[in-house]
């Protein structure tokens, strides 16, 4: 069975600095579906990346980027120039491309932006 | 496009009761997913549906039951509330074509208490 793990339950970081959160995964699959959810204290779960294991290129979204490391397994966010916004909870998350499978999460990071 | 709308936003129930959770999905997804979210376990996997049928199911109870309609909208079903049914219930909806680019979205959830 597929497990996402994070290491981090809490990260603290000050605000304009980059900060880094940390996620392994276990599968046997080669193709697969990575995420990266923010839960903010509004209780919804919104996207902030995604990356689909074939591509070797590691995915970004303006301040946010990836370190997809397929071999090891590994799918790190990195937060550049941190915002007061960016506080929140961040889940990592994991789903096969089988039609019928469901997404995986990890326990999630809270991270604290400090002013 | 409107969002995954899930009503009613909050719900305090007594033990033994029953509870009916609504989820609309974005329009055009056909996929919708249920989770329960809780400190203590995180995010669990409930129930996929696809075009009215049930594609994947969690491990929980029988007590926990759910549908789709031609609309795609879901509701899932809580019979004999117990007090560790008490979680925020996250619907989540996609485009199976599209998965690898937007991902899910998810709806703002559902606090249900049991009191």
């Known amino acids: 069975a597929q497990t996402v793990t994070q290491s981090q339950p809490e990260m603290s970081v000050q605000e304009a600095e980059t900060v880094t959160l940390s996620c392994t995964y276990d599968?046997?699959?080669?193709?697969?579906?990575l995420f990266w959810y923010k839960q903010p204290p509004s209780r919804q779960m919104i996207l902030v990346i995604r990356?689909?294991?074939?591509?070797?290129q590691n995915a970004t979204e303006n301040r946010f980027s990836v370190n997809f490391q397929k071999a090891a397994k590994s799918f790190s966010l990195k937060i550049s120039d941190s915002q007061l916004g960016d506080a929140a909870m961040y889940f990592c998350?994991?789903?096969?491309?089988?039609?019928?499978?469901?997404?995986?999460f990890g326990k999630g990071t809270r991270l604290h932006i400090l002013p | 496009k409107a969002g995954v709308t899930q009503t009613p936003r909050y719900l305090i129930k007594t033990r033994g009761q029953q509870v009916t959770l609504s989820c609309s999905p974005i329009?055009?997804?056909?996929?919708v997913s249920w989770y329960q979210q809780t400190p203590g376990q995180g995010l669990q996997f409930l129930f996929e549906?696809?075009?009215?049928?049930?594609?994947n199911k969690g491990n929980f109870p029988g007590r926990f039951s759910g549908r789709q309609f031609s609309n795609s909208r879901s509701e899932m079903n809580v019979s004999t509330l117990e007090l560790g049914d008490s979680a925020l219930y996250l619907c989540?909806?996609?485009?199976?074509?599209?998965?690898?680019?937007?991902?899910?979205?998810f709806g703002s959830g559902t606090r249900l208490t049991v009191v």
């Open positions: 998350a994991y789903r096969s491309m089988n039609r019928d499978d469901k997404i995986i």
């Open positions: 599968t046997s699959e080669s193709d697969y579906y």
């Open positions: 990356q689909e294991a074939y591509k070797q």
């Open positions: 329009s055009g997804h056909r996929s």
């Open positions: 549906y696809f075009s009215e049928t049930q594609r």
């Open positions: 989540a909806s996609w485009d199976r074509a599209a998965l690898g680019a937007y991902g899910y979205t």
